[in-house]
Every structure is written in C-alpha cells, then in structure tokens.
C-alpha cells in the first residue's frame, strides 16, 4: 500500500511550541546580542561617543566653558603653522623610532640571556618584570631625582670616573633631555619585549638547532637562520603594540620634563595637553590630538589584520 | 644542548648578561630604597659615597604619612583600582563569552574590533572625555575615573578572555545544553568555573593598568582628598621647585608595594597572560 505523501508530511511537521521569552532569549544570536549589550553599549558611550565628540571638537574654536563656534579645517590650518606642532611631531617620530629600536634590540638580548639553563630563573625573571608593572609616574619621579641637577647621582658617578664637572645636565639640555626620556621609556618597556620573545624562543624546538649544528652551523647562523625566522611573528605583533602605546605616551614626558627643554621633549600628546587643559583651548587641543590619528590608525589596521589572519 | 666550554666560561657567559640586565632593571628600584631611609644632612652632602648609608632613618615615611594625605590616597588608589576592575572583569566575560563560545554572524567582525578599541591610546580620547565628564557633574569624583578607566579596561580584558575561552574544550558544555541547561546556566554554572585562572590573569592586568593610570586622574582629580597615588605625588610632594626628595622616594616605594606584592603572588599568571600576546608595551 503506498503512503500518501501528504499523511507524512503531516506527521513530519513539528507541533509549533507556543512562544516563551526564556527560548527566545536562548536561542544562540539572541542570547549573544543580549549578553553582549551592556559592553558594547558602555564601549560606545564612552569611546565611542567621545571620539567621535573629538573630531567635532577639532572644527570649533571652543574655550574651556563657553559655547563653540564652528571655524572648519581652521584649527588644523593653526597647526600647520606652528613652528612648534612640527617640532612636536618630529620629536614624537624621534622617541618612538628609537626608543622601539632600543627596546627590541635590548628585548632580544635580555630573551636570549634568559633562554639559557641557571639557577634562580623564575625568581629573576619575576624581578625582571618590575620596571614594567611599577606605575610608570613612580619610578620616572625615582629617574628624576637620578638626574638631577645638582645631586644626579648618575653625575656622581660619572665624575668619580673622572669626568669633569658639573657634569652633564640630562634634562636641561635639548638632546640629552631626548636622550633621557628615550633611555627611561627603554628601561620600562625592554621587559615587556624580553618576556614575550623568551615565550616565543621557548617554543622554538630543540631537534632545529641540533640539525643545523650537525649541518655546521655557527652560533652566529643557528640565530639568523634559526632563531630570528621563527621569533619574526611575535617580534612584529609586540613591535606594533609598542610602537602604539610609545607613540601617544604621555606619562613619562608630563612628569620628567614638562615637554621641556624649550620643547624639546613635548611630544604629541603632551603637547595637546599643553593646549587642551593648560591653556583651555578644547578645539585646538582636540586637533593636535587627532592629529596622531592617521599613524594610529595605519598600525592598528595593521595589527588587527594581522590578529585576524592568525586566528 | 651542545656547549663546548669549561664551566667558569659558561657560568660568565650565563651570568654577565643576566646580572647586566637585573642591575639595569633594579638600579632605580635600590635608589628609591636608599634615598628614603636617608637623612637629608646626607641626601644633600656633596661628600658622603652616594651609594650608600651611613645613619638609616625612618623619618621621610614618617613624615609622608602624617604631614601628606598619602594614606587617602593609597585608599582612593585602591578603590578605583578594585571598582574598575570588577567592572571591567564582569563586562569583559559578557562581551568574550558570545565572541568565543557561540557562532553567530558578526562575531568575528566584532571580535576584531574589540582589539582595535583595546589599541585606541588615551591622548586621541581625553579631552572630549574632559569635556564629557564636566557636563555630566563628575568632575572631582571617584565615579569619574572609575566610569572612564574601564573604556581601556573592557576591551582589553575581553580581548584577553577571548583567547583564554577558546582553548576550553567544547564538550562539557555541549553535555549541559544536551541535558537542557540554558544557554545562560551552561555560561554561569559549566563554563566560568573553569576560567578561574583567566579571570586571575586579567584581574591583575586590569588591576595594575588602572593603578598605573594617570592622564585621566590627572585632569578628572584636582582636589586632594580624591587623588590618587600617581597624580598626589605629582601635584602634592612637587611643590614648585622645592623637591622632598626622601619623601618623595619613600612615596614611590610605598606606592609600588602593593603592585609589587599582587605581581609577586600571581607572577605565573601575569607572564602567561603577558605572552599570550595583547599588553600594552
């Protein structure tokens, strides 16, 4: 006997159980969005909004507590004027070039240093750490008694050694003044770079330097060949994030220098500070600020791009 | 490994390095120490070795904690830090928990953004935030630095979480949502539980971020009663030219401690969550 397809497509259908919020709310999109709103509403609210406030802020001339009047492209075309803002610029290129140099070289060396057998390692490595967990504002006041003008104890040294005196004046002169702030924005974040190559060296294995020993390989060549390719991954993500936080740093400079000698350490941050709260001057502080944009934005494209082609 | 050398070359061929970059990295760290149980007859003495001590006193910690509001500000430091970071660790696991457990269409999209908010550096928000801050009448709050501290902290503990819950296995909770638990009951009762130790790492992330803070601090806090460490002793023990350098060093040393001693606790998991990839350098 043949089966009428309409008595089983009767029996195939599901009888439809009546709407409730607790399935609706269960169902994976629904649950996600609802889960996820609080974050995401709050994220848009206060990064969000402000940003987007920031770029209006940059096309008004706006005094601290008055009303803003819109002047267009006028407070960038201010900028592009100011002998100052492209020092600032230039100094900001400056600190981060080098001071990512310094760190990634350093980083290198501190992870390879640390890659070998020795007693003590994770106590040392813990106290290795500490320049970059201590609050940044702490430790540069402690580098700023260091450098002081009349009782640097650097200069003490430096003259016992048999340099004349006074000695040097780290933050009084324009270049040692750069020389500094690079020197100090190393030292906190070279730990940073060390730990996290010594976790890509860790996984590098062992059987790949042994065959390019047996293959004649020098110390030299097992690096280059060996090491370096390996470790090029995390070496560019970890470069990437330190050439952003370098870059818009603020911390280190306020407290150090003030921007100063004759700005010869105000970087782009400090300097719309300068602009923004010190002389109350929102919409032109908002445009030096966004100003870093464009630079930011490249990196972080690059970095997300990146994390996506990983993942 | 393959080493061809005597053991007094491979003991200086470990150690130099090492010990160069333990005395480059603690040299500051023995100079605050020093300097604050120094008597300032000996601070500012041109003769005395500077490198060491000769008549170790406690009088600058004395002196910081009865003459300054330190200890206020040590109370607030804490406070924001705890806040916030609850904040963020709640808000951090609702936004990675979908982003990683659940596929839904967007998901990765979002994901990626989360990272590129993580990335947006202070200097490009704060002066629309000040702005902001001041026409809500939370200027010279607490609440302002602890409503704005979790805009770095959201993004980076979800950024962190959502690596660390994709390496939980599926099944257990695919056994729960067999046996008809919830969506939200397989999240609570299955699968947070075993986080704990992400949770750990990026609570201390968090907590060490928002003890570090200070642009924010800086221009929402201008009355001393609700400073914070960082921006109190900037404002406060900097008093125009005249510097309390015993002090101040005695400050800085104080306010590292708790840092320090947290780090020290839970440094297994800070250096895991450090190389898992996303902190700011």
Request: proline share 7%.
């Amino acid at each position: 006997m043949a089966i009428q397809t309409e008595t089983l497509a009767r029996v195939a259908e599901r009888p439809r159980r009546p709407f409730s919020l607790s399935s609706w709310a269960d169902r994976g999109t629904v649950f996600s969005w609802l889960m996820m709103a609080p974050p995401i509403l709050f994220i848009l609210a206060f990064v969000g909004y402000p940003f987007c406030y920031g770029i209006w802020l940059s096309l008004e001339s706006r005094p601290v507590a008055q009303p803003g009047t819109f002047v267009g492209l006028a407070n960038f075309i201010k900028d592009a004027h100011d002998p100052v803002f492209w020092q600032v610029v230039r100094n900001t290129f400056v600190y981060t070039g080098i001071a990512t140099l310094l760190k990634m070289v350093g980083g290198l060396g501190l992870a390879l240093a640390m890659n070998q057998d020795f007693k003590l390692k994770n106590v040392i490595r813990a106290l290795l750490l500490l320049p970059f967990i201590v609050p940044t504002v702490l430790s540069t006041v402690a580098f700023m008694w260091m450098l002081d003008p009349a009782f640097s104890v650097v200069n003490r040294v430096l003259i016992g050694l048999g340099l004349p005196k006074p000695g040097p004046s780290w933050l009084g002169s324009p270049i040692l003044a750069m020389f500094s702030i690079i020197m100090i924005n190393t030292w906190r974040g070279l730990p940073f770079y060390g730990i996290s190559l010594l976790a890509g060296l860790q996984t590098v294995p062992v059987e790949l330097y042994e065959a390019a020993t047996i293959d004649g390989a020098s110390g030299w060549q097992r690096f280059r060949f060996v090491t370096l390719p390996l470790l090029q991954p995390i070496i560019l993500i970890v470069t990437l994030f330190s050439v952003i936080f370098t870059f818009a740093d603020f911390q280190l400079v306020y407290v150090l220098t003030h921007g100063g000698p004759q700005n010869a350490t105000n970087l782009l941050a400090t300097y719309a500070f300068d602009i923004g709260m010190g002389s109350g001057q929102l919409g032109l502080g908002a445009s030096v600020a966004l100003t870093m944009l464009p630079a930011l934005a490249l990196l972080i494209v690059g970095i997300t791009l990146y994390l996506r082609k990983k993942s | 490994m393959i080493t061809g050398y005597g053991p007094i070359q491979r003991t200086v061929r470990v150690w130099l390095p090492v010990l160069f970059f333990l005395v480059v990295a603690l040299l500051p760290f023995y100079w605050m120490a020093i300097t604050s149980i120094k008597p300032n007859s000996e601070l500012y003495s041109m003769r005395a070795n500077p490198l060491l001590v000769h008549a170790p006193t406690l009088k600058h910690y004395v002196d910081l904690l009865t003459t300054t509001s330190f200890l206020l500000w040590t109370w607030n430091t804490m406070l924001v830090a705890v806040i916030s970071t609850a904040i963020s660790l709640v808000l951090g696991i609702m936004l990675a928990y979908p982003l990683a457990r659940i596929n839904f269409p967007g998901a990765g999209l979002l994901a990626i953004s989360v990272a590129a908010v993580y990335l947006v550096p202070q200097p490009l928000l704060f002066i629309p935030l000040a702005d902001v801050i001041n026409r809500l009448d939370l200027g010279n709050t607490l609440t302002s630095v602890i409503l704005t501290y979790p805009t770095m902290l959201v993004p980076f503990c979800a950024w962190l979480l959502l690596g660390y819950f994709k390496t939980v296995p599926m099944e257990l909770e695919e056994a729960a949502r067999i046996d008809g638990a919830s969506r939200f009951q397989t999240m609570r009762r299955i699968f947070l539980p075993l986080c704990t130790p992400g949770f750990i790492s990026a609570g201390i992330f968090a907590f060490t971020l928002a003890q570090n803070e200070f642009l924010y601090a800086l221009i929402f806090l201008t009355k001393s009663t609700v400073r914070t460490v960082p921006v109190g002793v900037i404002s406060e023990l900097i008093k125009g030219d005249v510097f309390y350098w015993g002090q101040l060093m005695a400050a800085a040393l104080l306010g590292s401690v708790p840092v320090a001693i947290i780090y020290s606790f839970f440094v297994e998991h800070y250096v895991s969550g450090l190389t898992s990839g996303a902190v700011k350098g």
